[in-house]
């Protein structure tokens, strides 16, 4: 099976960029735009890794972090957080919540896939 990644954002820009770059890339790029139900997502189908967004409707990116860590099917699914608030507080949330990597919007087509890479070890 090939490389899987679960993109959980709801901004469509961005959603075109990150599926354009990785698919290019080789992946398989899922997309989820809801907070409510993104952790039935990932249950459901357990991708290789997550890029997910801090600011979703229905639910945060830290409260689904949370949920992901505390569940012993997704725990070790790597994450990579993606936001437009680049605050120290935020990052510091996310390690601590036990996120991969923490990216800031905007970002650079080649940061992605470096990063996407470096978190599988692809």
Do not use: C, Y
Request: net charge negative; proline share 5%.
């Amino acid at each position: 099976m090939g490389k899987r990644v679960l993109l959980i954002e709801d901004e469509p820009n961005i959603i075109e960029a990150i599926s354009f770059i990785l698919s290019r890339d080789g992946w398989t790029v899922h997309i989820h735009e809801d907070g409510t139900t993104a952790v039935d997502k990932v249950r459901a189908m357990p991708p290789d890794m997550i890029i997910l967004d801090v600011m979703l409707p229905g639910r945060s990116g830290f409260d689904i972090l949370r949920d992901l860590r505390g569940d012993d099917t997704t725990k070790s699914i790597p994450v990579m957080m993606l936001t437009a608030r680049g605050q120290d507080k935020d990052r510091e949330l996310a390690m601590r919540l036990g996120a991969n990597l923490f990216m800031t919007k905007p970002f650079s087509n080649t940061e992605v896939r470096d990063h996407v890479r470096d978190l599988i070890g692809a």
